[in-house]
């Protein structure tokens, strides 16, 4: 193995005065602590982040990215931290093999790294030993710089030397001299980094020496060859290790690495979809997902999760629901299922809408059950958080084909989740109650949504349909309504509307309609100009859409107030479409055609949904990207937003 020592005795006095041993009481003590004060593998650990005395101590969550250094490799966790008196406190549990843990914090907006004490800790073993791999973890955390594949976790402040570096090696090998391969990377990279003679020297004599070894085994040489491919880059050396690992290790991990890689190119340089899915269902099935794997392929960019969703789409277009259920039901790690439920369900359902909800359904049924199997048989919040930002999505597909009590389980949950803060979920959670019958629960359901202002167009109808024939008529109905409306966010969206307000110039514009008939920006002065910038294939713009028909409907009497709709971004003649379109939807919508988006550019129009209010004067008043759900928040947005530039007159 490399000779350091006679480098750090030259080194002397300077290394030893730029660093030091890390006890658990160097940490920053006044803010971080850990119980019990020596921690050791396998205890259940509480981390303790007292923030009393900082800037930052009225913070209203707090929460902490973990990197460990487990079995010679980075791992990560993230840990929420509940408030007690003194302090924010987490609980842990120390891994097997777990040598070394650092903390980052994220206090509401503060974002702490522990400055140059930095939040880590070192982990012993039952003989009080740190557990291997904890010092030399311990001086690649504060190299990164330096070491190839190091995260950066820590402040800049606690970086340090090359030199520092070659200490926690040298200190690693003094515990665990077994470890001489585990440190070749970290040595190496120290020394390639000085650029000294001699340092380059005794690296390559090293290595030269270790590669000449009969009985090397197989990681061994695998460390020696990133050395040659990642440190010295010296591509004729690494050429011979891997040539003698193949020679030597023909079904060793090292080769069945390098396969599984090859295999995996084969789906990225296939030439159409269904060679892409035919690629896809080979890797999978040769190589099922392995947590061993993980890094490597994270590494080289090897992805279950893109060979799954690939397979997901391709199988659900060809309609291949067997194929589709083979694969998608055993698909891992879990977070394929939110690509596959987004890709493969979502998608085609609601945001090109090529396939129905009675399609889609036994796709749909498929996920959900994959979904629901991690929910029910690992505790691990991430599962659970899967499954409830899909749920209200299947309890739609389910709502329309009129399988009620089963999307009552999808919808409650997602309810659960979002307590009627979220329009779209309201609007399925109400269906699922009127299909239903249960009309108690559905009519506190509506005005529940109402209060909020989360309504949709179909929920404002229904009210005003139950309350008409429970009343006979729509007296007192506006009255009503107002009763319902939570004056705190009344309040909030004029708040939000006033703030919005600016005064620009305005590009103005010169389009035709959908009729054929020419509108120009210019002869509309002294009137108030709503304009929504869309296109044919903005799922957001059109689900906007109920919304600003509610909006154009109560100024549809107010010849001073107009509303366009800009079609905008397409790659052809939209106009045989936009008419079809609003027909079948029933939009009374004035759509000018954009064809070759000239006017929305002069605009300053990129992103869509886009909104713009234009004042009497011509000038620019309002302008707001995107679209958060609402249909009655929206129309209620539009409204104030009108009503301001009228008091302005």
């Not at 003590?29 to 921690?39: C, H, R």
């Not at 490799?73 to 650092?102: C, G, H, R």
């Not at 820590?154 to 515990?175: F, R």
């Not at 294939?537 to 009497?557: H, I, N, S, T, Y």
């Amino acid at each position: 193995m490399i000779d350091m020592s006679d480098i750090i005795k030259k080194l002397g006095a300077i290394v030893l005065a730029i660093c030091y041993f890390p006890n658990p009481g160097m940490a920053q003590e006044a803010t971080f602590s850990v119980i019990p004060e020596y921690p050791k593998e396998g205890d259940t650990i509480q981390l303790v982040y007292d923030i009393r005395s900082t800037p930052w101590k009225d913070a209203t969550s707090v929460s902490a990215n973990l990197t460990g250094y487990q079995d010679f490799q980075w791992v990560y966790d993230d840990l929420v931290f509940e408030k007690t008196d003194s302090a924010w406190v987490a609980s842990y549990v120390v891994p097997d093999k777990m040598s070394l843990i650092n903390l980052t914090f994220q206090a509401d907006t503060v974002r702490d790294q522990g400055g140059e004490m930095t939040y880590s800790y070192l982990i012993s073993g039952d003989g009080g030993r740190q557990v291997p791999g904890a010092k030399l973890g311990w001086g690649m955390l504060r190299t990164p710089h330096i070491v190839r594949g190091v995260p950066y976790v820590v402040d800049t402040a606690a970086y340090k030397t090359d030199a520092v570096l070659l200490m926690w090696v040298k200190y690693e090998l003094q515990d665990y001299p077994q470890n001489r391969f585990k440190v070749l990377y970290a040595a190496a990279s120290a020394l390639k980094h000085m650029g000294t003679t001699e340092a380059l020297g005794k690296l390559n004599t090293e290595l030269a020496a270790l590669d000449g070894m009969p009985d090397i085994g197989e990681d061994e040489l695998v460390q020696v060859l990133q050395v040659y491919q990642d440190v010295l880059q010296d591509s004729a050396k690494a050429s011979l290790v891997e040539a003698r690992i193949r020679n030597e290790y023909p079904t060793g991990q090292y080769v069945t690495d390098q396969q599984r890689l090859a295999d995996f190119k084969l789906v990225r340089e296939a030439k159409t979809q269904a060679e892409c899915a035919r690629a896809a269902m080979d890797f999978v099935d040769k190589y099922p997902y392995t947590e061993k794997d993980r890094l490597f392929n994270e590494k080289h960019r090897i992805s279950h999760i893109d060979a799954y969703w690939i397979i997901a789409v391709h199988t659900s277009m060809e309609r291949d629901l067997d194929a589709f259920e083979h694969y998608v039901s055993k698909a891992e790690p879990y977070m394929a299922l939110a690509n596959i439920a987004y890709r493969a369900i979502y998608v085609p359902f609601e945001a090109q809408q090529l396939m129905d909800a009675a399609e889609i359904l036994p796709y749909a049924r498929v996920v959900m059950d994959r979904l629901n199997y991690y929910k029910d048989n690992f505790e691990r919040e991430e599962y659970a958080q899967l499954y409830y930002s899909n749920a209200a999505l299947f309890a739609k597909i389910l709502v329309q084909n009129k399988l009620y009590d089963e999307a009552f389980v999808y919808a409650a949950a997602a309810q659960d989740k979002t307590e009627y803060q979220d329009a779209d979920v309201n609007d399925t959670y109400v269906r699922v109650l009127e299909g239903q019958g249960k009309a108690r629960e559905l009519q506190t359901a509506l005005e529940k949504s109402y209060a909020l202002n989360q309504s949709s167009a179909y929920m404002l109808d229904l009210m005003k349909a139950r309350y008409v024939t429970a009343h006979g008529s729509e007296a007192g109905y506006t009255a009503y309504l107002q009763g319902l409306k939570d004056a705190t966010k009344s309040a909030e969206l004029k708040e939000k509307v006033r703030q919005a307000l600016i005064n620009e110039a305005f590009a103005g514009f010169e389009l035709y309609d959908q009729h054929g008939n020419l509108v120009r920006s210019a002869d509309l002065k002294g009137k108030i100009i709503v304009l929504d910038y869309w296109a044919s294939w903005c799922a957001p713009c059109k689900a906007a859409f109920p919304g600003m028909k509610l909006a154009v409907e109560r100024f549809q009497d107010d010849e001073n107030v107009l509303f366009f709709f800009i079609d905008t971004q397409e790659r052809k003649d939209m106009k045989a479409y936009v008419t079809k379109y609003m027909e079948e939807n029933n939009y009374p919508f004035t759509v000018l055609l954009d064809t070759d988006s000239k006017a929305s550019k002069a605009a300053g129009v990129s992103a869509i949904p886009h909104k713009m209010v234009i004042g009497p004067d011509g000038r620019l008043r309002f302008s707001e990207v995107g679209y958060m759900g609402s249909a009655s928040e929206l129309a209620d947005e539009i409204s104030e937003m009108v009503r301001l530039l009228k008091a302005e007159e």
